[in-house]
């Protein structure tokens, strides 16, 4: 970026005043956050990528702002009529075919752009309700970012853009989070498989790699997850589309850190802790495990643990283990699941 705009805090708020000058209504209040050095390098270079299409935003940009792209302007707004005429002489002089090819290309920049600059709201918002604790070690990737707009600008849905918004705000925080895989795979999936997805998270553990703990109810290759409205043909159909790994039953060894390290529960900090006596060898389990694009897009899930697992889960451990598993609250102290 521009030594004017990464120079310290003044900079970039005056930076961030003309550039919300120059896009009025498109991206308002993009002043104010209160990131740390490396995060908010790559959150300006985000908005650098996806308002202005570049990496740098610089005062001869600002300068120039009556002849860029507006977003509330119309398809007019856009190309200029010079481009319009240019664009008809590939038509055989047919000038009104002409000009209903660029203004459907001129609507094209137009809807992309919102799609661009209303991700990039949610994901500023998104950083503000949940800043980063530290700073990062590095910026974010140009080239991710190159193929996240490319994708971003295509996508219309508002719950698709919510989840694009969260994942650009990830990526800003910690560089490396989530591939470009991931990226795809968010957008190739339906609303009823996201539904489905959401089920699987609310089962699910991250200690080594995200899956989930079937013993309590069974092998899920034989549908024993049906209860909780993941049967097989379910896993199935999540594995077709790239959240499971090829083989729906798998078997997972854990070692006594399931009783020593707090581990993540649906986004809950857990532990299982014995009742009486040293914590015992827990072994082998069957299980079901995400693929890295599973495991990454479960950090954007907006997870509750179910309470009929919980209650099968905590059942197993008491009479099997002598165990139960506990959440930590915020300042440390634990709470036994299921009674939260």
Known sequence: MADDNNTGDDGEEKTAGQLAEVLGDALPDITGLNLPP???????????RLVTGGFDIGGAWLDAKA??????????????????????SQFQRN????????????????????????????????????????DAKKEIDEDWLNQFADIAAKVSNEDMKRHLG????????????FSAATILTLTTISREEAKLFEKLCNVSMSLGGVQVLCTPYGDPGNNALRPLGLGYDVLCHLRVAGLLLPDITSQTTFDEVIYRIPWDFCGRLAVFRTLEGDPPIFGKHKTVLFSRAGAELRNIIPMKPNPAYVECLQKMLREKYKSEMVYFRNDGTTVVAGKE
């Open 166 to 177: 969260k994942i650009l705000a990830g990526e800003i925080k910690n560089p490396g989070s």
């Open 67 to 88: 002849q860029n792209i507006r977003v509330e302007g119309s398809a007019k707004d856009v190309v200029t009529m010079a481009a319009a005429k240019a664009a008809s």
């Open 38 to 48: 490396v995060v908010r390098k790559s959150f300006w270079k985000a908005v650098a």
């Open 95 to 134: 000038e009104e075919l002409g000009e209903r090819a660029v203004m459907h290309f001129a609507s094209k920049i137009v809807r992309e752009q919102v799609n661009l600059e209303e991700t990039l709201k949610i994901a500023k918002e998104d950083l503000q309700a949940a800043p980063p604790e530290g």
